[in-house]
């Protein structure tokens, strides 16, 4: 039939599987996120460094670090990022959360405790980069393991977390670790904790900013042959993301400070001795420089020039 069908909405799942059972083959899927840091900054100086956006930033250091501010503070949920006032911002997210509770929660999938998928909410919010623990989870929120479980399926098929595995060379071992939690919205974890447009301490303002870094890399490796991860050992050696690419494995630690120094963290040059990646990245607020260890480049490499296409990979 010489008909096309555009089908969209916020992630439904009834929808989606109606789809997947009926259209294999014959259908194509696009999922839009929030708008991305790249675009955001792209709206705030009406395009005109589109095509030089890192070196744009690079030379106006002080309007980088404004502009970061304000989409680690907000997010980048469209009405929210074109509302001119802060008092207008946090009525927006105030609806766009209750309205993910109340249609997305509550009413497509039927969960009859939509408070108590707020309250995981709010415990993701707070452990943004950390090790999740299920059954500490569910004491908390007093339901079964099963219950956290699926309410995290959930809460990762409409785009509000997506967890990621620890990487490891035999995958049994990386599928029964412990994932880590990010979120696809700033302003939205912002929100859960009480802390939207109101980050003030410097260790939350590290969670965001490497919750960042974790967008700014899902779009690095989108469509690519490339899977995100993070690195623990049982010595609590760890390194923040290791995107693994074929063969290649590539640690990205993050650090929320302008760095003076080039100093290496201890858990990054062990990784480096055990894997002997080509290259290592050490994300940073300003420094920009190279280092060889043995055989790995370990570049400092400030936030902005993951904006460039030939970033990372």
Do not use: C
Not at 23 to 45: A, D, M, Q
Not at 235 to 247: H, L, M, P, Q, Y
């Amino acid at each position: 039939m010489p008909y096309k069908f555009i089908v969209s909405g916020s992630g439904s799942l009834e929808l989606k599987e109606k789809i997947h059972e009926s259209l294999v083959g014959r259908k194509r899927l696009f999922e839009l996120s929030t708008i991305t840091f790249e675009e955001f900054i792209n709206h705030r100086t009406d395009y005109r460094y589109e095509e030089n956006l890192a070196d744009f930033l690079a030379i106006e250091k002080d309007r980088a670090q404004l502009l970061l501010s304000e989409y680690m503070h907000f997010g980048g949920y469209p009405r929210i990022v074109t509302a001119a006032e802060q008092h207008e911002k946090r009525l927006l997210i105030d609806e766009i959360h209750r309205s993910v509770l109340e249609k997305d929660i509550a009413y497509l999938l039927k969960l009859d405790k939509p408070e108590v998928f707020s309250a995981l909410m709010k415990i993701l919010a707070g452990q943004v980069g950390q090790l999740l623990n299920y059954s500490e989870m569910a004491s908390t929120l007093n339901v079964s393991f099963a219950t956290v479980k699926k309410y995290l399926w959930y809460a990762q098929k409409i785009f509000l977390v997506e967890l990621i595995r620890p990487y490891a060379r035999n995958v049994r071992k990386e599928i029964s670790k412990s994932p880590v939690p990010y979120f696809w919205d700033l302003g939205f974890r912002n929100y859960a904790l009480g802390l939207f447009g109101h980050l003030e301490s410097p260790a939350e303002k590290g969670f965001v900013f490497e919750n960042l870094v974790f967008l700014l890399l899902k779009e690095k490796i989108r469509f690519k042959a490339a899977n995100l991860h993070y690195w623990r050992t049982k010595d609590k050696a760890e390194v923040d993301f290791v995107i693994e690419a074929g063969k290649r494995r590539i640690p990205v630690e993050v650090k929320y400070k302008a760095l003076k120094g080039d100093k290496v963290p201890v858990s990054l040059r062990s990784f480096i001795d055990r894997y002997h990646p080509e290259r290592a990245y050490i994300v940073n607020l300003d420094l920009s420089k190279t280092l060889r260890i043995n055989k790995t480049t370990l570049v400092f490499m400030p936030f902005y020039e993951l904006l460039r296409q030939t970033a990372v990979l």
